[in-house]
């Protein structure tokens, strides 16, 4: 005789903002125009930072990566949202909510990490200027924005299910 529970979950139940049926597609407008909102400041930053030849700097470099994960986070959780505000079947599979769990993940360990990135760089500018540009430099930049992704991405991995 086995024991224990051999309940196997495939499909979760998702509790809403509200239950209440008249507030459904209020609530979707105002979460999408906060989402689109979100999504046009962090392509703003990104097309700024990326085409003006004055923003090329590691400030800018890491700001501009800032808001690429800014915008990923935001993509991960939003739309599976939007979604459960006008269906009425409010479920996600396993693997969905493993797949949005593992991204949150990894876009907010980034996040953590290329904040720590940004004071490193601005305390190194303010603390070390004349030797800014040799702490500081464009490999360097790249080094540290790699590690914060790959950072993210571990953790993502050893953590989701």
Known sequence: MVSG??????????????????????????????????????LGIIT????DSRLQTPMYFFLRHLAVINLDNSTVIAPKMLVN?????KTTS????????GGFLVFTVAEIFMQE????????VICNPLLYMVVVSRRICLLLVSLTYLYGFCTAIVVTP
């Not at 505000?85 to 079947?89: I, R």
């Not at 990135?117 to 190194?124: E, G, L, N, S, W």
């Open 5 to 42: 529970n051999l309940t196997h979950v495939t499909e979760f139940v998702l509790m809403g903002v509200s239950d209440r049926p008249e507030l459904q597609i209020p609530l979707f407008l105002l979460f999408l125009l906060i989402y689109g909102l979100t999504v046009t400041g962090n």
């Open 48 to 51: 700024l930072t990326s085409v």
């Open 85 to 89: 505000f006008l269906v009425s079947k």
């Open 94 to 101: 396993y693997y969905e909510c493993a797949t949005q769990l």
């Open 117 to 124: 990135v940004m004071a490193y760089d601005r305390y190194v």
